[in-house]
């Protein structure tokens, strides 16, 4: 079904047991985020939970999409897959060679079928416009703050519409918008983003950028702007895609832009290309770090409009899991057909584990047929659109289950070598990437375990097909003396992989240990060591994938140290505030809440009648806190 407006969503939810309801006043700064983190991190994401009472005329909904069970039903689908098949169908049939008249004429349904998914223009008002304020005042909306340490309250799910001034191409995009007055907002688009190219054709041209952001509506709406369609290509035909049905857009009452009809609110303005841009964030972010604040541009708002019982929608981000994993799953599922059609045949599956924040870390199976294939692989992935934002990529070419850690590890301990099997280059990386020497760009890790061919063996490379036992306990106490902390729990999982804590600020130094500790390891020697801070828990292995992928640049923090006649690779992924580290940028903290919303919610909690009392997922970082701020000093 197509859901008008987020209203019959919530109705879908609720009747399929996916929805909480909280009556109890609950304020958009910091409560909302506070239980929403506390309900996202369940197993299976929780539920979504509906604030009606938010001191404004509107409920919020949070953690709409944050289930695999609730992204299929917002694209009302079964299952993920289903999606991807059909796309893979269309794909085919669409760039397939046709050698004869009648396999072209027979290409002619397909072809009126996707017409048929193109948005289309109405006349008139649409249910969006229900209510129209041309005095606009954004404190009616019930915008949330998040995080202590936020540059204000933030909207979260905007869906930004856009055009080329001079192609008059629309594109729908998803910028965080902080509320700066009750009519000003940031415009958060980074240099990638085809907002931010629309941005600079106008600035080029003198002119006023229109803009209309849509909240809500059709759920399929919000995910299509989230998507990584290519430069050019509507949203809205993504999202009619999906629904099987054209989009209904009308134009907006004080701007040139279109936006869908049933959109449950809708924010018009424009951003002056002439005014200075303004210090926009701090923001805690996806990544499970603060992104620190920077210079964008501010979005004038000129009209709010409205249907008469609309909902506000809203996300919470930080540390993974929360619902924007979901979100990402599902993008990795249905984009993986464009990428084999396209560009990568060989490609079999892609999986990008929640710990790597949607880009950090990517799994690629594919199907050799020839050396040096995972490397062209690699190469041809840091070159498609959002996958130039990876850091760390594994490609494995045996036929396993790439989302069972246990068969991976498997595959990892027979196939790696670290004398031959990893390479690291350089390029983009996303914005909100905190370790890079230089923002937005840095190194990047290939490992690669696919099954080596003849040509890729040499006499000097010998598969020894990996230490499958943890150094012995007498070689582990001699390591514990060197460290703060020591995991050998990996191999639980097949990898041959140490874990090691370390205190910096008592002088340690990743390069010196880890050719002192690899001297103590020769008799069992692993594959690779990591090293992370000693306040991370250690046995914990999502946590510490997601806080070492997250501090690493591969270029820096990557490098081989020997043992005998064998080699392993070490990966730093320590923060590098500390002097030693002659690190010249600002390093954010990790995401948490604050002690006092803690304590309120847990004092609330029964009030809100969602259940039995969850803790606050926050307080298992208050230890990696340094200092009362953004930025750790």
């Known amino acids: 079904m197509d859901y008008i407006g987020l209203n019959q969503f919530v109705s879908k939810l609720e009747a399929s047991g996916e929805l909480l309801r909280v009556k109890e006043y609950v304020n958009p700064i910091y409560e909302i985020a506070e239980i929403t983190d506390r309900i996202c991190k369940q197993s299976n994401g929780g539920k979504a939970i509906l604030f009606e009472n938010t001191g404004t005329s509107f409920p919020v909904l949070t953690n709409a999409f944050g289930s695999d069970k609730r992204m299929a039903m917002a694209l009302d689908i079964n299952d993920i897959k289903e999606v991807s098949a059909e796309l893979d169908s269309l794909f085919k049939a669409v760039t397939s060679p046709k050698q004869s008249l009648l396999e072209k004429i027979r290409m002619l349904p397909t072809l009126r079928k996707v017409a048929r998914w193109l948005p289309k223009s109405v006349s008139g008002k649409g249910l969006c416009q229900q209510v129209i304020h041309t005095s606009p005042n954004l404190s009616t909306l019930p915008v949330i703050k998040s995080w202590p340490h936020d540059g204000g309250p933030f909207v979260t799910l905007p869906m930004v519409n856009t055009k080329d001034p001079n192609t008059g191409v629309r594109n729908v995009g998803m910028y965080r918008m902080q509320i700066i007055s009750e009519n000003e907002t940031g415009m958060h688009w980074h240099r990638h983003k085809t907002g931010a190219r629309h941005y600079a054709e106008y600035k080029k041209l003198g002119k006023r950028m229109p803009l209309a952001v849509a909240l809500g509506g059709d759920p399929v709406y919000t995910y299509a702007a989230t998507a990584p369609m290519p430069d050019n290509v509507d949203e809205y035909l993504l999202a009619g895609f999906l629904r099987k049905k054209t ?94 059609t396209a560009m990568l045949p060989e490609v079999v599956d892609m999986f990008l584990p929640q710990e790597g924040v949607a880009h950090n870390i990517a799994l690629v199976k594919i199907n050799k047929t020839y050396p040096g294939q995972a490397h062209k692989v690699g190469n041809g992935l840091w070159g498609a659109g959002q996958m130039m934002f990876n850091k ?242």
């Open 247 to 340: 989009v209904k857009l009308v134009k907006g009452i004080t701007v040139d832009i279109e936006v869908p009809y049933d959109a449950d609110i809708v924010i018009e303005g424009y951003v002056d290309t002439s005014e200075d841009l303004i210090w926009e964030g701090p923001f805690g972010d996806h990544t499970g770090f603060y992104s620190l604040a920077d210079w964008y541009p501010k979005f004038h708002v000129t009209c709010i409009t409205h249907k008469r019982n609309a909902i506000y929608p809203a996300t919470v981000v930080g540390v993974p899991p929360m619902e924007d994993v979901y979100i990402a799953k599902a993008t990795e599922q249905i984009f993986l057909s464009p990428i084999k």
């Open 392 to 633: 760390i990529m594994v490609v494995l070419s045996s036929d396993i289950d790439i989302r069972d850690m246990n068969a991976v590890g498997k595959v990892f301990a027979q196939n790696f070598e670290s004398k031959t099997d990893f390479f690291i280059g350089k390029g983009p990386l996303d914005v909100l990437d905190h370790a890079s020497e230089q923002p937005g760009v840095g190194g990047k890790l290939l490992i690669d375990i696919t099954e080596k061919l003849p040509e890729e063996q040499g006499e000097s490379v010998i598969n020894t097909g990996g230490n499958s036992t943890a150094p012995s306990s007498g070689i582990a106490a001699k390591v514990k003396r060197l460290v703060f902390g020591y995991s050998d729990q990996p191999y639980s999982f097949g990898f041959p992989v140490l874990v090691l804590s370390i205190d910096k600020g008592k002088g340690s130094i990743v390069r010196d240990l880890a050719n002192d500790i690899a001297q103590l390891l020769c008799d069992s020697v692993p594959k690779v060591v990591i090293f992370v801070d000693y306040d991370i828990p250690i046995d914990t292995m999502h946590l510490v994938v997601w806080y070492a992928s997250g501090n690493v640049d591969p270029a820096r923090d990557c490098f081989i140290v020997s043992c005998a006649d064998e080699q392993v690779l070490i990966i730093d992924g320590t923060r590098k505030s500390y002097k030693s580290d002659n690190f010249s940028r600002d390093w954010p903290n990790v995401v948490t809440a604050d002690k006092k919303t803690i304590k309120y919610v847990d004092q609330k909690w029964a009030d809100y009648n969602i259940g039995p009392l969850l803790s606050s997922p926050s307080l298992t970082f208050f230890d990696t806190q340094f200092g009362d701020d953004v930025i750790i000093e």
